[in-house]
């Protein structure tokens, strides 16, 4: 779809146009530029929304891949804590190994930061040094480790 007709000519160019046209069912130049028009308004105050944190589609995909991971494996957690590692279902008698369904999780927040690191929306050596300030950081409040 193109993002902005300037002209009518310019529209009617455009295939998304003509199914807008078979959509809203205009008939004549009057409609059919009063559609153009609209579409050009709706257009102008769609496009800033979508863009008012800079990033682009491939980098938002990225950051949304890794809130869902990182959601999962919150809800892996919350298994372990609630079942233990290792649960049976009180009403089936089926096994559920939650560590097993843990590593998954953890694994997959691990590749999710693989995909922003690789593609340099975060720096892999920040990541890293990050980690390992955390672990010298945390030392006074763990205790049992």
């Known amino acids: 779809m193109s993002d902005y007709w300037p002209t009518f000519e310019s529209a009617a160019e455009d295939p998304f146009f003509h199914q807008l046209r078979g959509i809203m069912g205009t008939e004549n130049y009057g409609q059919d530029d009063n559609l153009r028009r609209v579409v ?3 257009i ?5 929304l979508q863009s008012f944190n800079k ?10 891949v890794l809130t869902e ?13 609630r079942h233990g590692y290792l649960a049976t279902d009180g009403l089936t008698g089926k096994q559920y190994d939650n560590r097993q369904d843990l590593a998954i999780e953890l694994g997959q927040v691990e590749h999710a930061i693989h995909l922003l690191t690789v593609n340099e929306d975060l ?3 920040e990541v890293a040094t990050a980690r390992l300030d955390r672990a010298d950081a945390i030392k006074p409040y ?4």
């Open 69 to 81: 991971e990182m959601g999962e494996s919150l809800q892996a957690v919350g298994k372990v804590l």
């Open 40 to 42: 050009n308004m709706v």
């Open 123 to 125: 720096s892999a050596q």
């Open 44 to 48: 102008t105050m769609i496009v800033p």
């Open 142 to 145: 763990l205790h049992h480790q």
């Open 55 to 64: 990033l682009t589609p491939t980098e938002t995909e990225r950051l949304a």
